[in-house]
């Protein structure tokens, strides 16, 4: 029996060196903190905490379908924009 608590006590003692998934769970970023810094890297002016942050912490899915939401956004965007200027102009 000693060789098993033995074992145990080795298995038990190794759970504490490393990160515990939980920890970081929480400091995960939310979806403000996702959209934040889309916006905030599309016009280039994240700081550096943040970027730490979302290198650290975040997964790179939500930062990449933020991102393709956001391109296609301003994209349409731009769209309505021209042919806004156009119909005003005349020139459709």
């Given at each position: 029996?000693?060789?098993?608590?033995?074992?145990?006590?080795?298995?038990?003692?190794?759970r504490?060196?490393?990160?515990?998934?939980?920890?970081?769970e929480?400091?995960?970023?939310?979806?403000?903190?996702?959209?934040?810094?889309?916006?905030a890297?599309?016009?280039?002016?994240?700081?550096q905490?943040?970027?730490?942050r979302?290198?650290?912490?975040?997964?790179?899915?939500?930062?990449?379908?933020?991102?393709?939401?956001?391109?296609?956004?301003?994209?349409?965007?731009?769209?309505?924009?021209?042919?806004?200027?156009?119909?005003?102009?005349?020139?459709?």
């Amino acid at each position: 029996m000693s060789g098993d608590s033995e074992m145990f006590a080795k298995i038990s003692k190794g759970r504490g060196d490393g990160p515990r998934q939980d920890q970081d769970e929480t400091k995960r970023p939310g979806v403000l903190a996702v959209i934040q810094s889309t916006l905030a890297a599309a016009f280039g002016v994240q700081s550096q905490k943040a970027r730490e942050r979302d290198f650290k912490y975040g997964r790179p899915l939500p930062y990449i379908i933020a991102g393709t939401i956001f391109t296609v956004a301003f994209i349409l965007l731009l769209v309505l924009i021209v042919r806004l200027v156009l119909s005003s102009a005349g020139l459709d």
